[in-house]
């Protein structure tokens, strides 16, 4: 059967209003020369910015985690110390108690941050562990074999 299309039904108006667009005048040369002085502003406060994101991190560090960090540590050691300070909370596969899951957490946390939560006490009611430079690094071995 063929459907007839009503006469009544018809495409949707097209919109009238076209936007009207004014040219902008010419600068003059004053308005150049202040417009050439703030574009040197915004590039100097970029520079700065950038100087900042790339120099904190490395200030901010403090002289645990750096000694940490210049240490190879051991993965075996590591599972040690982590069978015996973080498994109750973390289970002894890592695999998650009270605490979350460590599996990937390298994806999640870098080196710093791992440190960070294991010495600050700021997530409780995981506690603040304040191991040996060395026996962190060792942690930080263990938990990178965490895939
Ligand atoms: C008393 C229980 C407890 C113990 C013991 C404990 N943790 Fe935790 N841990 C937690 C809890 C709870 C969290 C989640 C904290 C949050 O983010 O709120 C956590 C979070 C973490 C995280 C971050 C996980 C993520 O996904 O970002 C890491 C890494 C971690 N613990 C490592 C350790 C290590 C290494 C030890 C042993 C030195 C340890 N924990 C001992 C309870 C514990």
Known sequence: MRLDIPSSVTSPATPTATPTVTAAAAPSSANRRGLISALAMVAA??????ALVVLL????????????LQLSG??????????INC???HGIAAQGLVGPSLHGV???????????QVVSGRTPPMPRFQ???QAMADLLAYLDTLT
């Open 45 to 50: 406060v970029c520079v700065a910015v950038v």
């Open 57 to 68: 991190p490395a200030a901010r560090s403090d002289p645990y985690t750096r000694s940490t």
């Open 74 to 83: 051991s993965g075996e050691r590591g599972e040690q110390l982590f069978l």
């Open 87 to 89: 498994a109750g909370c």
């Open 106 to 116: 390298h994806n999640r946390k870098n080196n710093r941050q791992l440190i960070q």
């Open 131 to 133: 191991p040996e430079p």
